[in-house]
């Protein structure tokens, strides 16, 4: 079964730092995409970013894209997102989710990894509070 583990989250100050991690089971990383995510209380799941590990490449929505960093352990089949400068409006819960993505239609399906209704599996949530 694919299951996905967010972590990482918790209560820092305006300006600082948190790494999350997305701890995947059950499937290849490098043949999937794995985007990050959040929702903030009363407003919909934004897309965050999303990275192909079997070569590294990211994309980014432009309210995260100088602050926030996605990367990728394969060989312990784990996903970050490096948050710097964090705001007050980045608190929300963080989620991690995976899709398939096969080499043929990556051109085609790329465009659309920041929109959450493009993944198939979701793992829960973790919170990250920022504070003044």
């Known amino acids: 079964d694919v299951q996905l583990q967010a972590s990482g989250g918790g209560s820092v100050q305006a300006g600082g730092s948190l790494r999350l991690s997305c701890a995947a089971s059950g499937f290849t990383l490098a043949d999937y995409a794995i985007g990050w995510f959040r929702q903030a209380p009363g407003k919909e799941r934004e897309g965050l970013s999303s990275i192909d590990s079997s070569d590294g490449s990211t994309l980014y929505t432009d309210s995260v894209k100088d602050r926030f960093t996605t990367s990728s352990d394969n060989a312990n089949n784990t996903v970050f997102l490096q948050m710097n400068d964090l705001k007050l409006e980045d608190t929300a819960v963080y989620y991690c989710?995976?899709?398939?993505?096969?080499?043929?239609?990556?051109?085609?399906?790329?465009?659309?990894?920041?929109?959450?209704?493009?993944?198939?599996?979701w793992g829960q949530g973790t919170q990250v509070t920022v504070s003044s």
């Open positions: 989710a995976a899709v398939y993505l096969p080499r043929k239609y990556k051109t085609t399906m790329w465009k659309y990894l920041t929109d959450p209704k493009a993944y198939s599996y």
